[in-house]
């Protein structure tokens, strides 16, 4: 009980995509690796695929253990400034990426501590991708903020924004996570830099002022899924090819 009543005071926002939206990625970056570096990380992920791993670190916060990895998994911003922007007196999802890159690459390290930060990757690099894990401390990047998501007016149909964001919209969706790594495979276009970890941050971060527009109350439906599943479709396809771009140099 007293680790449950742990995890209810930890702020939500260190949670990224849903279950969903992280296998979305993983599927996507595990569709474009190539033969032998999708060997190399299967082993070293002991048999399990990029999507199986993807959920890993999200799946570990209900162990106390792990809460000292909570800030990794985004970072707080004012609308009006950018990462390198302020300065920074805690680790953060910016950091992580760009240390475990360097770990991986390493040969000096152990497997154990190679596997630790591989799951870490797979499961940065998309928390990174969603824009309100560069949202507000004040509100924990959305999390404060209840709207009203296709339910009737006045009913009791809450949820907040930033859940809204990471799995709401993608699951009413309604399809499996292959099937929606299908569908951006199929129909997105590799138009985009593979960029790093500072300029994913500055694109996820300018969504974040047209995302606040939506007030404590709103009242969400189908025009306002038309207008932001594009932004999610885009971010987790983004995500699951620079993260396929990242392994295929790692492992190579």
Partial sequence: MRNIFILLLIPFNLFGWGKTGHRVVGEIAENNLTVEVREKVR???????????????????????????AKWHYINLPI?????????????????????????????????????????????????????????EEDWGGNKIQVNFKGRKGAENWTNLHDLWDAGIIDDYKMSYTEYAVKLMDSKKLDFPQGNALEWSKESHSFVPKIYETTAGSYLSYDYVYEVLPIIDQRLFQAGIRLSTILNEIFS
């Fill in 43 to 69: 082993d070293l992920l002991d048999g399990h695929s990029l999507a199986n791993a993807s959920t890993w670190a999200d799946e570990m916060r209900s162990n106390p253990k792990y809460d000292e990895f």
């Fill in 80 to 136: 009006d400034k950018e990462y390198d922007e302020i300065e920074h007196t805690q680790e953060n999802v910016v950091m992580i990426i760009d240390r475990a890159i360097s770990i991986l690459k390493s040969s000096s390290t152990d497997k154990d501590t190679k596997k630790f930060y591989l799951k870490y990757l797979i499961h940065m690099v998309g928390d990174l991708h969603q824009p309100l894990h560069t949202g507000r």
